[in-house]
């Protein structure tokens, strides 16, 4: 009885363990990134908290009455010739506004709710960019790392036949020397494609705000080539705009306001008095002449502040129409030299690698050609991955400058 207590917790002691395990790693498909960038990227989190903000300006602009209702009292004490009397005055107004002036403080209160959207968006965009360039940058460095690991084994066996052959008197100690430093690079660069991935995980684990460790699984591949027409056509909606678009909506809103109040205010009131045992009973009315003040400052600066967003917005268009074109270009560009290695460089390495080991166990070359075919080898297909790098990047770049990436 007591062993099996004992096998049951050791049991239950494996599987925490291994519970902890898996909590304490991730594995990360690009989508699963994008989708917790979302969720839980903290910039968008504040600009989601700064929109709330935004929103309690509409209660205030939406309210029909902007002044409280105002109670007023007086009381006082006569004194005459048939005797002492006490006499008071309570009086009840409120004053009203041109309903122009409300839907021009919503006009604008909704306007900068749309500018506090746009910017929150602007936001994404820029977080869903920085996470999908870490991603990549990431599944690149791992692939990387793995090229680096096969050579790195072919480098070192390579050393220790030098050596070998070396002690046997067969090769000079120069080609042990030059075998050495080919296995050195090898390792260097290892570690400097490991110090990429610290960097790129880093970069993810604060974006996504995780702890634990990053797993990502996907493989860098080419693109297809994207639709020009189309992507401009979606990077008109782009936030950027859209903020622009509404500030200047709300600086319109801002001179309509002021026009509203060249408008005069008026109140209603009503008073009940007392006086020397009398009861009266008045109506009032107030008008208020908007001789001196008539929303001068608000008018001269929302219409200047309009011009100049409606400029802004004009040149942006043409900036993001550019930044489009660029991009796009750029991306071809990348799927083109991608075409090329793949269809003259990358079939015959494989081949070339076999064909250059036979080659050096015949005799028929030496150990400098073997490590310098070798070496051309890892650079060709180190070019290769990195232009599947610079693809990728060059398509999340399009794609946001196309406002896509959302």
């Given at each position: 009885?007591r062993?099996r207590s004992?096998?049951?917790?050791?049991?239950?002691?494996v599987?925490?363990?291994t519970?902890?395990a898996?909590?304490?790693?991730?594995t990360l498909?690009?989508?699963?990134?994008l989708?917790?960038a979302?969720?839980?990227?903290p910039?968008?989190a504040s600009?989601?908290?700064?929109?709330?903000?935004?929103?309690g300006?509409?209660i205030?602009?939406s309210?029909?009455?902007?002044s409280?209702?105002e109670?007023?009292?007086?009381?006082g004490?006569?004194?005459g010739?048939?005797?002492?009397?006490?006499?008071?005055?309570v009086g009840?107004g409120?004053?009203?506004?041109?309903?122009?002036?409300r839907s021009?403080?919503?006009?604008?209160a909704?306007?900068?709710i749309?500018?506090?959207?746009?910017?929150?968006?602007?936001t994404?965009?820029?977080v869903?960019?920085?996470?999908?360039?870490?991603?990549?940058?990431g599944?690149h460095?791992?692939?990387?790392?793995?090229?680096?690991?096969?050579h790195?084994?072919?480098a070192a066996s390579?050393?220790?036949?030098?050596a070998?052959?070396f002690?046997a008197?067969?090769?000079?100690?120069?080609?042990v020397?030059i075998?050495?430093a080919?296995?050195?690079?090898?390792r260097?660069e290892?570690?400097?494609?490991?110090?990429?991935r610290?960097?790129a995980?880093?970069e993810?684990?604060?974006l996504?705000q995780?702890d634990g460790?990053?797993?990502l699984?996907?493989?860098l591949?080419?693109g297809?080539d994207?639709?020009?027409?189309?992507?401009l056509r979606?990077?008109e909606?782009?936030?950027?705009l859209?903020?622009l678009e509404?500030?200047?909506?709300e600086a319109e809103?801002?001179?309509?306001?002021?026009?509203?109040?060249?408008k005069p205010?008026?109140?209603?009131?009503v008073r009940y008095?007392?006086e020397e045992?009398?009861?009266?009973?008045?109506?009032?009315?107030?008008v208020?002449l908007?001789?001196?003040?008539k929303?001068q400052?608000?008018?001269?600066?929302g219409a200047?502040?309009?011009r100049?967003?409606?400029?802004?917005?004009e040149?942006a268009?043409?900036r993001?129409r550019?930044?489009v074109?660029?991009?796009f270009e750029?991306?071809?560009?990348?799927l083109?030299?991608?075409?090329?290695l793949e269809?003259?460089?990358i079939?015959?390495l494989?081949?070339?690698e076999?064909?250059t080991?036979q080659?050096?166990?015949a005799g028929?070359i030496?150990?400098?050609e073997?490590?310098?075919i070798?070496?051309?080898?890892l650079?060709?297909?180190?070019?290769?991955?990195?232009?599947l790098?610079e693809a990728?990047l060059?398509?999340i770049?399009?794609d946001?400058?196309a406002?896509?990436?959302r």
């Amino acid at each position: 009885m007591r062993m099996r207590s004992r096998a049951v917790a050791l049991c239950a002691a494996v599987c925490v363990q291994t519970g902890v395990a898996n909590a304490q790693q991730r594995t990360l498909t690009l989508a699963d990134v994008l989708a917790r960038a979302r969720e839980q990227a903290p910039q968008i989190a504040s600009a989601r908290l700064a929109l709330e903000e935004t929103r309690g300006r509409l209660i205030g602009a939406s309210l029909r009455f902007q002044s409280n209702p105002e109670l007023d009292a007086d009381f006082g004490s006569r004194r005459g010739p048939d005797g002492r009397f006490t006499d008071f005055e309570v009086g009840l107004g409120q004053t009203f506004e041109p309903g122009s002036r409300r839907s021009a403080r919503t006009a604008g209160a909704h306007a900068a709710i749309a500018q506090g959207a746009a910017n929150v968006d602007e936001t994404l965009r820029a977080v869903l960019r920085a996470a999908a360039s870490a991603y990549v940058r990431g599944l690149h460095a791992e692939e990387r790392i793995r090229l680096l690991n096969t050579h790195e084994q072919l480098a070192a066996s390579v050393h220790s036949a030098a050596a070998r052959r070396f002690k046997a008197g067969d090769i000079a100690i120069l080609d042990v020397n030059i075998a050495r430093a080919t296995l050195a690079r090898v390792r260097a660069e290892r570690e400097g494609a490991e110090a990429i991935r610290t960097l790129a995980m880093g970069e993810l684990r604060q974006l996504l705000q995780l702890d634990g460790d990053i797993r990502l699984e996907g493989t860098l591949t080419a693109g297809t080539d994207g639709d020009l027409t189309a992507l401009l056509r979606s990077a008109e909606q782009r936030p950027e705009l859209r903020a622009l678009e509404a500030g200047a909506q709300e600086a319109e809103a801002e001179a309509r306001l002021g026009r509203a109040f060249a408008k005069p205010d008026f109140g209603l009131g009503v008073r009940y008095a007392r006086e020397e045992g009398d009861d009266i009973v008045l109506g009032g009315l107030t008008v208020s002449l908007p001789l001196f003040s008539k929303g001068q400052e608000l008018q001269a600066t929302g219409a200047a502040r309009a011009r100049r967003l409606r400029a802004e917005l004009e040149a942006a268009r043409g900036r993001v129409r550019v930044e489009v074109r660029s991009a796009f270009e750029a991306y071809s560009r990348r799927l083109a030299a991608i075409r090329i290695l793949e269809a003259e460089a990358i079939p015959g390495l494989d081949e070339n690698e076999t064909l250059t080991t036979q080659s050096f166990e015949a005799g028929q070359i030496g150990l400098p050609e073997l490590l310098l075919i070798r070496r051309e080898t890892l650079d060709t297909r180190s070019q290769y991955l990195d232009s599947l790098l610079e693809a990728a990047l060059a398509r999340i770049d399009l794609d946001s400058s196309a406002g896509i990436l959302r």
